[in-house]
């Protein structure tokens, strides 16, 4: 963590841990013809570690500090949903990467994959104040269901953002 917390510059006081029993540290499989859209994660800070790449496609895309903690900037939101490409990066990670970035901010996606071979990514998530969880309507999007956990913490996000 104190590695992870350095590289993002945080100081010690916004720095945790996602409290999310469903979050915050997930495996997440990709298989032939998936991806994932363009999306903001609901915690702050996301780590990626790389461990099997499909045979092609699932690049990550990503579009850095597009919106910040009070603004959601719906303009330049929908440039890049209706195509604009002049300020999305792609990256290609390898098994082995570590990637660490401002997911809550930096609008991403990960373009649909191709073949038998299944893309798989370690997902570690860190979050800006403690016992923040993920709100109940996206949790249930996320994974189907939620818990009482989540119930419990509503409304403990700093941000008004939309997630
Ligand atoms: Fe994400």
Redesign the pocket.
């Known amino acids: 963590m104190p590695f992870i917390r350095n590289a993002l510059e945080e100081p010690e006081d916004r720095f945790f841990r996602y409290d999310d029993p469903l979050a915050d540290v997930i495996i997440n499989m990709v298989e032939g013809g998936d991806g994932?859209p363009w999306?903001y994660?609901t915690n702050n800070f996301?780590v990626t570690l790389g461990i099997q790449n499909a045979q092609s496609g699932g690049e990550f895309e990503y579009v850095p500090m597009l919106r910040t903690p009070t603004d959601e900037r719906f303009d330049d939101v929908s440039e890049v949903l209706n195509g604009d490409r002049t300020r999305v990066t792609q990256l290609v990670l390898e098994p082995g990467d570590l990637q660490i970035f401002k997911?809550r901010y930096s609008l991403?996606k990960v373009n649909p994959v191709q073949g038998d071979r299944r893309r798989y990514v370690g997902i570690f998530s860190f979050v800006e104040r403690e016992g923040m969880c993920g709100s109940v309507e996206r949790t249930r999007q996320l994974y189907g269901r939620v818990l009482k956990h989540h119930c419990d913490r509503a409304g403990l996000r700093e941000d008004n953002l939309i997630d």
């Open positions: 994932f999306h994660d996301t997911g991403h």
